[in-house]
Nanobody, 121 residues
Framework: QVQLVESGGGLVQAGGSLRLSCAASGRTFSVIAMGWFRQAPGKEREFVAAIGWTGGTHYAGSVKGRFTIARDNAKNTLYLQMNTLKPEDTADYYC???????????????WGQGTQVTVSS
């Protein structure tokens, strides 16, 4: 099992920045890929960004150029730097881990409990 704990969410004004963190523990040697997903009220969970073990990254079109995903393998920690935030970025953000980098939530084996991000206009 792998445990994931997100932190760093909060309330920010449009145009501002936040950095989310996700600390992994447990059988972390099984984690090849890590990703961020988000779910806004009344909407389905959607892919935000993913990163492989060697640092290859993928982004949703809606966040490309504004968000940066990174990982520190020595610290078993995943990050999401979010800049130029927009009200439509408001959602619960979830960290996920699994054996391969993918856009599909169902292919990740482990999930955190989520951290709330609210962007005011």
């Amino acid at each position: 099992q792998v445990q994931l704990v997100e932190s760093g969410g909060g309330l920010v004004q449009a145009g501002g920045s936040l950095r989310l963190s996700c600390a992994a523990s447990g059988r972390t040697f099984s984690v090849i890929a890590m990703g961020w997903f988000r779910q806004a009220p009344g909407k389905e969970r959607e892919f935000v960004a993913a990163i492989g073990w060697t640092g290859g990254t993928h982004y949703a079109g809606s966040v490309k150029g504004r968000f940066t995903i990174a990982r520190d393998n020595a610290k078993n920690t995943l990050y999401l730097q979010m800049n130029t935030l927009k009200p439509e970025d408001t959602a619960d953000y979830y960290c996920a881990a699994g054996p391969r980098t993918t856009y599909y939530a169902e292919q990740y084996d482990f999930w955190g409990q989520g951290t709330q991000v609210t962007v005011s206009s």
